[in-house]
Nanobody, 125 residues
Framework: QVQLVESGGGLVQAGGSLRLSCAAS????????MGWFRQTPGKDREFVAG????????YYADSVKGRFTISRENAKNTVYLQMNSLKPEDTAVYYC??????????????????WGQGTQVTVSS
């Protein structure tokens, strides 16, 4: 099973940027769709962005379209989330997820069976 470790979270002012990284180990992720999700206290985890196994398709929640970019670097077994123009409502714990079935798209309705421990992102106003 794949192990995922997120990093890059922190405190940033509104309008600022952060880049989250998700490093995978245990198996290669090059054949697997990946996704980023976020969760705030008392709410369900929500889809933020997904990328297909080959990087050819990307998906975004409406709330982050045009501001966030998901990418992958299979040679490093790593997925990234570039977050620009951050808003206070982006404050959450961000989780990286991996599909457990190969060659899928990573759409918002995909099932991601493996998760990291999360990284906190706090955006101050």
């Amino acid at each position: 099973q794949v192990q995922l470790v997120e990093s890059g979270g922190g405190l940033v002012q509104a309008g600022g940027s952060l880049r989250l990284s998700c490093a995978a180990s245990g198996r290669t992720i090059s054949s697997y769709a990946m996704g980023w999700f976020r969760q705030t206290p008392g709410k369900d985890r929500e889809f933020v962005a997904g990328i297909s196994w080959n990087g050819g398709r990307t998906y975004y929640a409406d709330s982050v379209k045009g501001r966030f970019t998901i990418s992958r670097e299979n040679a490093k077994n790593t997925v990234y989330l570039q977050m620009n123009s951050l808003k206070p409502e982006d404050t959450a714990v961000y989780y990286c997820g991996a599909d457990d079935t190969p060659y899928r798209l990573g759409s918002p309705t995909a099932y991601f069976g493996s998760w990291g421990q999360g990284t906190q992102v706090t955006v101050s106003s």
